[in-house]
């Protein structure tokens, strides 16, 4: 496997609070992507970088940030947490883009 | 807009029944093609990646095709069994998208013993 590792794995917090999530691989890899699933909708991908201080935004971005300092560390922030951003949120990464994604194991976020 | 869409949304099995998956999308510009699946709770497992000047790729029991003219692909699962069960999603990468993948909705598969 992968060495991608997504912390932390399970929150729950309130409307209005900020929350940052945390992907870190072991793999060298230049891109990495953050995706949400949930029911009927599938995943979708919220934010990408393609290199390290290199971001651009995915189909849901609305309502995220994120940031990559590193290349081990993908950090996505939700500014205010709302109830429309429970989701189940997984982090992925591919050498070059083109290859195949290698994906986290997720982390349930429940905002209340 | 690239759209995925994946038929049926489930599917039920006896054990030891050969099937296959079906996966189309809209715009055949493509960079490639890739087969995941994920188990209950847990994250995606890239099973087969189909480059789009392939017709197909192999791993085991399992054979993935592309149709790139047409817009489809299938994931053929041999001899099947209990522990296939899991959602198996198909996901593109369009050319000119930065390589970001456009995933189906999955399909449910359920083996029964």
């Known amino acids: 496997d992968a060495g991608i590792t997504q912390s932390p794995r399970h929150k729950v917090t309130e409307t209005g609070t900020p929350v940052t999530l945390r992907c870190h691989q072991t793999?060298?890899?230049?891109?990495m992507y953050w995706y949400r699933q949930d029911p009927g909708h599938g995943l979708r991908l919220i934010h990408y970088s393609y290199g390290v201080k290199d971001t651009d935004k995915g189909e849901v971005s609305d309502g995220y940030s994120v940031s990559r300092s590193k290349t081990e560390d993908f950090l996505l922030t939700l500014e205010s947490a709302t109830s429309s951003q429970t989701s189940v949120y997984f982090c992925?990464?591919?050498?070059?883009?083109?290859?195949?994604?290698?994906f986290g194991p997720g982390t349930r976020l429940l905002v209340l | 807009k690239q759209e995925v869409t994946q038929i049926p949304a489930a599917l039920s099995v006896p054990e030891g029944e050969n099937l296959v998956l079906n996966c189309s999308f809209t715009?055949?510009?493509?960079?490639?093609l890739q087969w995941f699946r994920q188990d209950p709770g847990k994250g995606l497992t890239s099973l087969l990646l189909?480059?789009?000047?392939?017709r197909e790729q192999t791993s085991g029991r399992l054979n993935a095709s592309l149709d790139k003219s047409s817009g489809r692909s299938t994931l053929y699962i041999a001899a099947s069994q209990p522990g296939d069960s899991a959602t198996y999603l198909c996901?593109?990468?369009?050319?000119?998208?930065?390589?970001?993948?456009?995933f189906g909705k999955g399909t449910l598969l359920t083996v029964n013993p």
């Open positions: 793999e060298n890899h230049r891109y």
């Open positions: 996901a593109v990468i369009l050319t000119g998208s930065n390589y970001k993948l456009t």
């Open positions: 189909i480059q789009s000047s392939q």
């Open positions: 992925a990464i591919s050498e070059r883009g083109v290859e195949t994604q290698y």
């Open positions: 715009d055949s510009a493509i960079y490639n």
